[in-house]
T-cell receptor
């Protein structure tokens, strides 16, 4: 079975540009999570969805960040405008929660974003 | 704030030795999980231990949980070079989201 698929794997952009990161969760999973990983702050939960509905976006840094999940097989994380401090590895993860999102998470390989 | 904190931050041992990593957390939990991350890769789930369990085994892995001390340990026995990675604990803190610690960087020397 295919795992969680993220694209792009690497993105280099200039400050002020729009960045869109994409995620395809594992088929049948009903929870989807976006995390950000940096050396300074570790792994931070940005937002998570249950059955395509955003449940908790309290980790989204600011209004420049937005996330959508238009259907069960696709999610996007958008940064507009991007800033150098947004440079990080962004991970998407999914799980089969059966009402409990605290089960095993399956992570994608991440999208490494560099904002110059 | 971080729910789980791993200790030590870095650990270097010889191949064949056992590696022990610790995790402390602050609030009550439903379960605690351990993940491994190889350099440049995503995290991989290793083991989940529920709050009513005290010990769990999976292959060369042994996890203990002490809810009275709000701590857990991960033991990797007979370490191999392929075990070189970062290891993270994750807790739910009673809320419906997993929070990860900063991780322990484990290096296995041949």
């Amino acid at each position: 079975d295919a795992g969680v698929i993220q694209s792009p794997r690497h993105e280099v952009t200039e400050m002020g540009q729009e960045v869109t990161l994409r995620c395809k969760p594992i088929s049948g999973h009903d929870y989807l999570f976006w995390y950000r990983q940096t050396m300074m702050r570790g792994l931070e939960l940005l937002i998570y969805f249950n059955n395509n509905v955003p449940i908790d976006d309290s980790g989204m840094p600011e209004d420049r960040f937005s996330a959508k999940m238009p259907n069960a097989s696709f999610s996007t994380l958008k940064i507009q405008p991007s800033e150098p401090r947004d440079s990080a590895v962004y991970f998407c993860a999914s799980s089969f929660g059966t009402g409990n999102p605290n089960g095993e998470l399956f992570f994608g390989e991440g999208s490494r974003l560099t904002v110059l | 704030s971080q729910q789980g904190e791993e200790d030590p931050q870095a650990l270097s041992i010889q191949e064949g030795e056992n590696a022990t990593m610790n995790c402390s957390y602050k609030t009550s939990i439903n379960n605690l999980q351990w993940y491994r991350q190889n350099s440049g890769r995503g995290l991989v789930h290793l083991i989940l231990i529920r709050s009513n369990e005290r010990e769990k085994h999976s292959g060369r892995l042994r996890v203990t949980l002490d809810t009275s001390k709000k701590s857990s340990s991960l033991l990797i026995t007979a370490s191999r070079a392929a075990d070189t990675a970062s290891y993270f604990c994750a807790t739910d803190g009673g809320a419906q989201k997993l929070v990860f610690g900063q991780g322990t960087r484990l290096t296995i020397n041949p």
